[in-house]
């Protein structure tokens, strides 16, 4: 609703509030009072505060600590924490090259790398199992990706535009979605770790026509797997 507002400074959200959706707020660069006319207890509820599989990320890349309710202030979570159940970065306007994300995350969410620029490389961790959709968007400095092979699932957009990216890297067992690597056009490899036969049962059933589809792997891109190339 609000993504992206660099010149908000203070929000006071009603009481009456059902849900704060997805990076309701994100980008707010200088966003650094919010005030909640409800209780603490009804923001924990509003917010999912307590529910770290799903917890929301309204206020990301805000420099912002405390939420102001009727009869005390929340304390938001720790997004940069490498324990738990995901994983979160404030790099915004960030000058990093390269990355290693912590041993012990598993999930990395949406938006968790977006427009760092200059970002080089990243190395996961073996515990890494799933990574959201847009978590490296516009990374156009990106060059290289090699996913372990504890990961199950890459979401669409989850490289999107990543222009220098030359090179991926990818386990037999995990899920494809075709718009995981769309407009990476500088793409010129694929190592599958796995065999033709897995690569082709992978490929097969994706609709030829769609658009997604010719943007997920370049079609003359070469794929690397165990036992020969495509």
């Not at 799903?54 to 997004?79: A, I, M, Q, S, T």
């Not at 033709?196 to 797997?225: M, S």
Request: glycine share 4%; net charge negative.
């Amino acid at each position: 609703a609000f993504y992206y507002c660099p010149s908000i400074t203070k929000v006071v959200i009603p009481r009456g509030v059902e849900c704060i959706s997805l990076a309701a707020f994100s980008w707010c660069i200088s966003l650094t009072d919010v005030q909640y006319t409800g209780t603490v207890d009804e923001w924990k509820k509003l917010y999912r505060y307590s529910d770290l599989n799903e917890y929301r990320v309204p206020f990301y890349k805000c420099p912002l600590e405390f939420v102001h309710c009727l009869d005390g202030n929340v304390r938001l979570p720790d997004f940069a924490r490498s324990e738990g159940k995901s994983f979160l970065i404030d790099i915004f306007n960030s000058n990093i090259r390269s990355f290693s994300v912590p041993y012990g995350t598993n999930t990395i969410p949406e938006h968790a790398f977006t427009l760092c620029t200059k970002l080089e490389s990243v190395e996961f961790p073996d515990t890494l199992e799933y990574i959201k959709e847009l978590a490296f968007w516009e990374c156009i400095s990106l060059k290289e990706i090699v996913l372990p092979d504890n990961v199950k699932k890459l979401d669409g957009f989850a490289f999107f535009h990543c222009t220098s990216l030359e090179s991926v890297s990818i386990p037999s067992a995990m899920s494809l979605n075709s718009c995981a690597f769309m407009e990476c056009r500088n793409l010129k490899k694929i190592v599958f770790r796995g065999t033709l036969e897995e690569w082709e049962k992978k490929t097969i059933g994706r609709h030829e026509v769609d658009w997604w589809n010719k943007d997920f792997f370049p079609h003359n891109v070469p794929v690397y797997c165990d036992d020969g190339l495509t």
